[in-house]
């Protein structure tokens, strides 16, 4: 049973640059949250997507953008990305709308130079 | 905005001691969340505590939740090398829509030293 994969594992870009991260969901799940974890920081909450809409959204500007595909699997977008972006992004997968466990992937770390 | 602080940031010991963390809000919590962290991967969840005062052991590790759920503390007996890791607070709280908001403390960073 597949756990909660994401890619790429490291990435490096540019100031300015857009950047797409993807994640699959553990089998089972339909429900992904991300979130960006920054060097020395616990993870803060991006948004969370379900039945391919998305549900809630934490304390981050419009630049950051996703999508879910009818298979659960989501992607994050970034635009415009600035330095400050650097950082690890995790992605969490769970069951339905419910209060379920999260699992989490092992990420995929940004670097902006 | 719900926070959560966690203490200590950093604690180095010796192996075999004991030592506690503690994460404190203002907020009320539905649950709340610990999780250990380890470089190049994602927080894996420990426990969940759900009800005020609950106490819950996993092997060395004690989680408790604290009466009026703003708070909680994890207390490891005789730390191992093996425990090495950040550990990771974290609040559910409702958010509307029937959906519910993970909150993350800043973490613990421990190492211990054999």
């Known amino acids: 049973d597949a756990g909660v994969t994401q890619s790429p594992t490291h990435l490096i870009k540019t100031r300015g640059q857009q950047v797409t991260l993807r994640c699959s969901p553990k089998?089972?799940?339909?429900?992904v949250s991300w979130y960006q974890q920054a060097l020395g920081q616990g993870p803060q909450f991006i948004f969370q997507y379900y039945e391919e809409e998305e549900r809630q959204r934490g304390n981050f500007p419009d630049r950051f953008s996703g999508h879910q595909f009818p298979n659960y699997s989501s992607e994050l977008n970034v635009n415009a990305l600035l330095l400050g972006d650097s950082a690890l992004y995790l992605c969490?997968?769970?069951?339905?709308?419910?209060?379920?466990?999260?699992?989490f992937g092992p990420g995929t770390r940004l670097l902006v130079l | 905005t719900q926070l959560l602080e966690q203490s200590p940031q950093f604690l180095s010991i010796q192996e075999g001691e004991n030592l506690t963390v503690y994460c404190n809000s203002s907020s009320v919590f539905s649950s709340l969340q610990w999780y250990r962290q380890e470089p190049g991967e994602g927080p894996v969840l420990l426990v969940t505590?759900?009800?005020?005062?609950e106490v819950k052991k996993l092997k060395r590790l004690t989680f408790q939740f604290g009466d009026a759920r703003k708070d909680s503390s994890l207390h490891i007996t005789a730390a191992q090398p093996g425990d090495t890791g950040l550990y990771l607070c974290?609040?559910?709280?409702?958010?509307?829509?029937?959906?519910?908001?993970?909150?993350f403390g800043k973490g613990t960073k421990l190492s211990v030293i054999p």
């Open positions: 089998s089972g799940h339909d429900t």
């Open positions: 969490a997968s769970s069951l339905g709308n419910f209060q379920e466990t999260q699992y």
């Open positions: 974290a609040g559910e709280a409702y958010s509307g829509a029937g959906s519910y908001q993970l909150t």
């Open positions: 505590v759900v009800t005020g005062g």
